[in-house]
């Protein structure tokens, strides 16, 4: 059932946005699809199977519709990003066990707060990024990059 209900959400949920979205953008021959992603689509995060599995989905299914819609103007790209403080991380990210060891793997020494990754969408929307699609664009803080 956990399965089931992580891959109704966070997989086929943001395929059906895709394919929502995507139809009048097509009509319109231009546009700018921005998935969200997690580095738990590039990395194994313990513990983590479903949720890791569907992240990685949403890395292919963006990489898939980019090559497939390029030709109708439209860009498709992710945002992967890290640990984000937030009201439901918040309670991790505290934890006196799992936030020191967290905040210990992200070599800019701290969680990445919202703003972060709307800097992220801004760019992957505007028209500074005419030219990238299909890309995932991780905002982590250097997790993944060690």
């Known amino acids: 059932k956990e399965w089931d209900d992580i891959v109704a959400v966070n997989l086929t949920g943001v395929f059906r946005c895709c394919r929502r979205l995507g139809s009048p953008m097509i009509e319109r021959k231009r546009g700018a699809i921005i ?10 995060v313990k513990r983590q199977v479903p949720y890791c599995a569907t992240k990685g989905g949403v890395e292919l299914l963006t990489r898939a519709l980019a090559s497939d819609w390029a030709e109708h103007g ?7 990003y890290g640990f984000v403080e ?3 991380t918040r309670a991790v990210l505290t934890h006196p066990h799992i936030g020191p060891r967290y905040l210990a793997r992200i070599p800019m020494g701290r969680f990445g707060q919202l703003s972060d990754v709307a800097g992220a969408a ?3 929307a505007s028209p500074a990024a005419s030219y990238v699609t299909g890309h995932s ?3 982590d803080g250097g997790w993944t990059a060690s």
Request: aromatic residues 4%; charged residues 10%.
């Open 35 to 44: 998935n969200i992603s997690s580095i738990a689509g590039h990395v194994g």
């Open 74 to 80: 439209i860009r498709v790209n992710a945002i992967a």
């Open 86 to 88: 937030t009201d439901l």
């Open 122 to 124: 801004v760019f992957l």
């Open 137 to 139: 664009l991780v905002v």
